[in-house]
């Protein structure tokens, strides 16, 4: 089958106040052959190294073969590796307390996608990342929250120490068409995009817009305080009207 030609777009913005450096969501996408894969994480931001603990996470996820369980739980593993290599690298004279820190380890919330060739798709999550399925400019699927009051301070986590307890994945899947378009959003986002949806405007309209629309969009509800102050990250992907299937393939 040819490549995919799955176009993607990424809009990220910092939270008000903070850094371009202090920025802890993360993203990862591949998308020049099949399976097409994507993946968000939001770094909690009290854990120290968040940020590369979340880039650990995508970066693994999307060099995994698929999204089941077995496949994340690997890509989790690597991170774990990844990071803790990184870390001690990039801190051999640190303070006490930041040393501690360390020792605590970082966490992060992550979901991970999957676009198969014969016209399925496979989805993995750890906390509040959501991805939204939307067809003809309707949802198909916000997952694995859909109601934007359910989102909390405390949702589930995913530990960069080797030696903690890893969560238990939720996993979805289902069937895509050609000219879908499927989102990943870190929980501010998820949420405003859920309350913009129980308002009655439609998602598919903010999902069609370019980056830096987007940007303004967030800087917008921010100051309208429909959109907490918080990392915001939204990655689109949308598959082509020519997108044709191979039903005969096993992905």
Same mark, same amino acid.
């Given at each position: ?6 176009? $993607? ?13 202090? &920025? ?72 006490? &307390? ?17 676009? $198969? ?17 939307? %067809? ?59 309350? %913009? ?24 509800? %921010?100051?309208?305080?429909?959109? %907490? ?23």
């Amino acid at each position: 089958m040819s490549t995919p030609s799955v176009v $993607h777009r990424v809009s990220a913005v910092p939270r008000d106040g903070g850094e371009v450096d202090d &920025y802890e969501d993360a993203t990862a996408v591949r998308v020049a052959d099949w399976p097409v894969r994507a993946a968000v994480a939001d770094g909690a931001t009290e854990s120290a190294f968040a940020g590369q603990w979340a880039r650990a996470l995508v970066n693994g996820l999307v060099a995994a073969d698929d999204m089941s369980e077995p496949a994340f739980a690997s890509a989790v593993a690597e991170g774990q590796r990844e990071w803790k290599s990184a870390v001690q690298e990039g801190t051999p004279e640190t303070p006490w &307390y930041v040393t501690a820190k360390v020792a605590e380890g970082a966490h992060a919330t992550a979901l991970g996608l999957s676009l $198969h060739p014969e016209g399925t798709w496979r989805a993995v999550s750890v906390g509040d990342c959501c991805l939204f399925h939307v %067809r003809e400019g309707r949802v198909q699927m916000a997952w694995p929250m859909d109601d934007p009051e359910t989102f909390t301070n405390r949702p589930s986590l995913l530990p960069s120490r080797e030696a903690a307890s890893v969560p238990a994945p939720h996993t979805a899947s289902g069937t895509w068409q050609a000219g879908d378009t499927f989102a990943l959003a870190t929980d501010a986002v998820a949420a405003w995009l859920l309350a %913009r949806q129980e308002q009655g405007e439609a998602m598919a309209e903010v999902l069609a817009l370019d980056p830096e629309a987007v940007q303004q969009r967030i800087a917008a509800a %921010r100051e309208d305080s429909d959109l %907490r102050n918080d990392d915001a990250t939204l990655l689109v992907l949308e598959l082509p009207a020519s997108l044709e299937t191979n039903a005969h393939s096993t992905g």
